[in-house]
């Protein structure tokens, strides 16, 4: 009975021939030519891969790997995907999203994706929020002392949220203007915590990521230590190796 396989990712053709990496269940990876893509694999060890910290990190350690060599334009597949046979790739993938495909690796030609996420102390920002605004602080701290009417305490609530989120899309416009002008596309995705404001990936030619990362420190020195800013400098592109957003 032939081996099922686990796909980490696609190359262009011919793709690498030999890369000595270690691949999930501590397989070897290997590289298969199919209509003319390069499919990134290794044999799986289980029916199915639980989305674990530990596999996903080793999924995107055998990526990463493969771009740090030198194989930099490189189309990651979702995580988990296993087949029988290729076979099922030709008729589910390259056949129906051959032309995709080449747009993407297209697009993808010299260019890497870098990841930005900003964090916030709130109770933090809300301290900053009243000190500077006075007439907001008037009003809640006349919540103190004394009984106050329903309607009262939702006025001076929403007034508070309101600057809140009005204080937030100030810094994520700050970001944007900085950075968005340095990438050839971005996608903005859904923050992960409550601390988190602004989670985005950018698309930038791989010559230009030590111009971006300056940028990057001067928010952080504007802000003054203010935010914390994660910023991930190397990953596989997740993010613009989708066929939906081709257009």
């Known amino acids: 009975m032939s081996s099922r396989l686990y ?19 501590k397989q070897p990876v290997h590289t298969e ?36 060599v030198g194989y930099r334009t490189l189309l990651p597949l979702q995580f988990g995907l296993v087949i029988d046979d290729w076979a099922t790739v030709t008729k589910q993938l390259t056949a129906p999203y051959g032309q995709g495909l080449e747009k993407l690796f297209t697009k993808l030609d010299g260019q890497r994706e870098v990841g930005v996420k900003v964090f916030w102390e709130a109770d933090r920002e809300l ?22 009417g329903m309607d009262e305490v939702v006025s ?24 968005n002008p340095l990438a050839i596309d971005r996608v903005e ?22 111009d971006f990362s300056r ?22 592109p997740f993010n613009f190796a989708q066929l939906d957003r081709l257009e």
């Open 7 to 25: 796909l980490y990712g696609i190359f262009p053709a011919p793709g690498p021939q030999d890369l000595h990496l270690e691949g999930l269940d």
């Open 33 to 68: 030519i199919v209509d003319n893509f390069t499919f990134l694999y290794s044999e799986a060890q289980q029916e199915r891969y639980l989305a674990s910290r530990r596999n996903l990190l080793g999924h995107e350690k055998v990526l990463e790997q493969a771009m740090e």
């Open 127 to 148: 301290q900053l929020l009243l000190n500077e605004n006075q007439s907001l602080r008037e009003k809640r701290d006349s919540l103190e002392g004394r009984t106050l």
């Open 156 to 179: 001076i609530g929403q007034a508070i949220e309101r600057a809140m989120e009005a204080r937030k899309q100030a810094i994520i416009q700050t970001f944007r203007e900085a950075l």
């Open 189 to 210: 995705n859904d923050t992960l915590t409550e601390s988190m404001i602004y989670n985005a990936a950018y698309l930038i030619p791989w010559e230009t990521e030590p």
């Open 215 to 236: 940028h990057v420190e001067t928010l952080d020195h504007q802000f003054d230590s203010r935010l914390k800013i994660r910023y991930n400098n190397f990953t596989a």
